[in-house]
């Protein structure tokens, strides 16, 4: 039994839910980070029906992440409200929670920014350009 539960998949559409949703700690907290499509999920209903969730942004969730399992009333704040108001999180803290990030760049951006700052402070690295535009805009792994 865990404490935090990452399910980083590619499960296919019909083919989760990954973990059972059995024997879930009573404050297990769920990210539920793996690919996101149409009709796939990886978390069981039950436990979204348990849980305090939250996405990262509510109607892409809502769309292709865990969250199309639920109604947009059901749902926690988005992960932005939640750090800027983090006494709603320490409220839910004894029970099952769940993050369901649906690779909004957001994030990446933030995470971006703070190394950047950080190496800044350290003075170390070197600042350049990188630029990536695939072939085909939706397969990134594609060169030109």
Same mark, same amino acid.
């Given at each position: 039994?865990?404490?935090?539960?990452?399910?980083?998949?590619? +499960?296919?559409?019909?083919?989760?839910?990954?973990?059972?949703?059995?024997?879930?700690?009573?404050?297990?907290h769920?990210?539920?980070?793996?690919?996101?499509?149409?009709?796939?999920?990886?978390?069981?209903?039950?436990?979204?029906?348990?849980?305090?969730?939250?996405?990262?942004?509510?109607?892409?969730?809502?769309?292709?992440?865990?969250?199309?399992?639920?109604?947009?009333?059901?749902?926690?704040?988005?992960?932005?409200?939640?750090?800027?108001?983090?006494e709603?999180?320490a409220?839910?803290?004894?029970?099952?929670?769940?993050?369901?990030?649906?690779?909004?760049?957001?994030?990446?951006?933030?995470?971006?920014? +703070?190394?950047?700052?950080?190496?800044?402070?350290?003075?170390?690295?070197?600042?350049?350009?990188?630029?990536?535009?695939?072939?085909?805009?939706?397969?990134?792994?594609?060169?030109?």
């Open positions: 039994m865990a404490d935090i539960i990452c399910t980083v998949t590619s +499960v296919g559409v019909g083919e989760g839910p990954v973990p059972s949703g059995r024997n879930l700690r009573p404050h297990v769920v990210d539920a980070i793996g690919s996101d499509l149409i009709g796939k999920f990886e978390v069981p209903r039950a436990v979204l029906e348990s849980a305090f969730v939250t996405p990262d942004h509510v109607a892409q969730a809502l769309r292709e992440g865990e969250c199309q399992q639920s109604e947009a009333g059901d749902l926690g704040p988005d992960l932005m409200t939640l750090c800027a108001e983090p709603t999180a409220r839910h803290r004894d029970r099952v929670t769940v993050f369901d990030p649906t690779g909004f760049a957001l994030e990446d951006h933030v995470a971006l920014d +703070v190394l950047l700052e950080l190496a800044d402070e350290a003075g170390i690295g070197d600042r350049v350009q990188v630029e990536h535009l695939p072939d085909d805009a939706l397969n990134p792994y594609s060169f030109q």
